[in-house]
């Protein structure tokens, strides 16, 4: 369906046409069956070939109208289908970006992408799988009965009763006997498997050297025979439905037969009348496909309006007050959920002016991280305050950065889009990788590997850090900036960093010496973590001088 077309007629419309040509094409599939039934009856009587050409033509007509009629509704209806599934995959990704990262915590890798995948996918079925069967069944069940009442009442009767009967049955009752065997389970199971193959794939080298691939691997396994499980359970479901159909439509068939003897109907009517309940069985067997479809695209739809729930971190990250300083903290308690970091539990104060460097230092587990995550938005303050530059002009530098598998401009264009060569190469040379991408001979095109595997270690924090210097931002956070660098590495690194101030005002997260040697002048504020008597620390030497956190 082109563009143009679309924009004419809305989703709405598009919905009301495909349901019309769904119909249309199982109404053209049961009258063929009996328009059939009838010429061969009737033929058997021998008549006037012209009596029969109305059935002749019309046989040949339901025959292509139902093959048509069934394309249509296929192109229509999916183009409906895959416009909402995309626009339930933007509201997805739009969900879990304003969540993300600590609104995230509780949900993992795996499940994050069952979320955007398969959930979107299911969200699909509810129009395709579900909606068009029921829709499409009520008229053509309404139609049969009108032309078989038509032809004799108490016929027309037995249809509607056992075209109501199996539908209460199979939409409210047999659900029921589902059990815990359905969806929500289901996609449970399917969550579980995601995250272990993503841990798999992950961990893969530290299992296989550690000789515990194949435990995990049984874990795995273990997930898919339990959804195996489920389908089983599935099937035997969809397998009572199948034979509630069948069992209605012999009783059916069964009435019409013990009728039509009392009826004074024509013997063609007769075998129109003997069709119909098969036609109506094809009609209902639709309806059980549709009950099996639902409660998984249910639970579809409700994880992903779970998702709109998920709380925004930082409802308030709003504004803060610009001035000379480009950091201020007062009293500043952070921690996750609500529960302080040991080094962070007293209350942090401490300003950063503008273009200086502020370096934070503490042991290990003491907050640091959460405090970068603080200043970032990420994560609200448990308690005090954080004034300065808004959190949008803040940027982060981590310890391991996601480097993108794409090539080296694709991973500087996520900072800005609109960026040129002249622009690229520019933050590239002030990270110290100008010369070593200009000297690679696909330049900026060239690809850098999954997480950045086909570069070092230092060259990948450097990528990382031509893109944050790319994004514009006043304050700098870089969280261990040097961690798993060797020392001339992370010397060179820390002279291209120092080199950043004044045009940014750094906040330097280390446990490094090399680090707070180089960063000597810089304002400090140390995370004290209350430690037992008699306990040594590798951090003790730092926090033998307590720094100045002004
Ligand atoms: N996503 C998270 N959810 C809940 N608690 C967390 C989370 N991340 C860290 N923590 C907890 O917050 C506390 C501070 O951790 P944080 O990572 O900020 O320490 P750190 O000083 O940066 O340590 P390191 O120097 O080892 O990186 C720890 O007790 C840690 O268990």
């Known amino acids: 369906m082109s563009r143009e077309s679309r924009r004419r007629l809305g989703a709405g419309a598009r919905t009301v046409l495909a349901t019309g040509l769904a119909a249309g094409a199982q109404v053209s599939s049961v009258a063929l069956l009996l328009t059939s039934g009838w010429l061969v009856v009737r033929a058997a009587e021998q008549p006037p070939v012209l009596y029969l050409l109305v059935a002749v033509t019309s046989v040949r007509m339901f025959g292509v109208s139902r093959a048509v009629l069934r394309y249509a509704e296929r192109l229509v209806s999916h183009d409906v289908a895959l416009e909402r599934a995309v626009e339930a995959r933007v509201g997805a990704y739009r969900a879990l970006d304003r969540a993300a990262p ?28 579900v909606r068009l069967p029921w829709t499409s069944a009520a008229a053509t069940t309404t139609l049969l ?24 049955i199979v939409r409210w009752v047999l659900p029921r006997t589902r059990g815990r065997s359905s969806a929500g389970l289901e996609l449970t199971q399917e969550d579980r498997l995601a995250g272990r193959v993503t841990e798999l794939t992950r961990t893969a080298p530290d299992l296989l050297a550690y000789g515990s691939s194949r435990e995990r691997a049984e874990q795995a396994h273990a997930v898919v025979d339990a959804m195996a499980r489920l389908d089983r359970g599935d099937t035997g479901w969809q397998g009572r439905g199948t034979a509630l159909v069948l069992a209605s439509t012999a009783l059916s068939l069964l009435a019409v037969v013990v009728l039509v003897p009392g009826a004074s109907v024509p013997a063609s009517v007769v075998g129109v009348l003997v069709l119909a309940p098969l036609g109506l069985a094809e009609v209902l067997e639709s309806l059980v496909e ?182 514009d931002h006043d304050v700098l956070v870089l969280d261990e900036p040097t961690e798993h660098l060797d020392a001339p590495t992370a010397a060179a690194l820390l002279d291209d960093l120092a080199r950043l101030v004044p045009a940014h005002s750094l906040v330097v997260v280390t446990h490094s010496p090399a680090v707070v040697d180089r960063f000597a002048g810089a ?27 002004t």
Not at 116 to 126: C, G, L, P
Not at 150 to 163: I, K, M, S, T
Not at 527 to 549: I, K, N, W, Y
């Open 102 to 129: 600590a609104g995230l915590a509780g949900l993992r890798h795996g499940e994050v992408v069952q979320r955007v995948v398969q959930d979107v996918e299911r969200t699909q079925d509810r129009l395709l799988r």
């Open 145 to 168: 009965v009108a032309v078989t009442a038509w032809l004799l009442p108490a016929a027309g009767l037995v249809l509607a009763l056992q075209a109501l009967l199996v539908a209460v």
């Open 290 to 471: 549709a009950e099996r479809h639902r409660p998984a695209v249910e639970a579809a739809q409700r994880r992903l309006d779970a998702l709109e729930t998920i709380g925004v971190p930082v409802a308030t990250a709003g504004r803060r007050t610009a001035s000379t300083e480009a950091l201020r903290m007062q009293d500043l308690v952070v921690g996750w959920a609500g529960r302080p970091a040991p080094g962070a539990a007293c209350g942090l104060t401490a300003t950063l002016p503008r273009g200086q460097v502020l370096l934070v230092t503490g042991p290990s587990g003491s907050g640091k991280s959460t405090l970068a995550a603080t200043l970032l938005g990420f994560l609200p303050p448990v308690s005090g305050r954080v004034g300065g530059v808004d959190p949008c002009r803040i940027g982060l530098l981590a310890q391991d950065e996601t480097v993108l598998d794409t090539t080296v401009r694709e991973n500087l264009r996520v900072a800005d889009p609109g960026a040129d060569d002249e622009a690229m190469l520019a933050v590239l040379d002030r990270a110290g990788l100008g010369t070593f991408v200009r000297s690679l001979p696909q330049g900026l095109d060239t690809a850098v590997g999954e997480s950045g595997s086909r570069l070092s270690g230092g060259e990948r924090q450097r990528l990382a850090l031509a893109r944050l210097l790319l994004a």
């Open 523 to 549: 304002h400090r504020l140390h995370l004290e973590v209350p430690r037992p008597a008699g306990v040594d620390h590798a951090d003790a030497a730092l926090a033998s001088s307590p720094p100045s956190a």
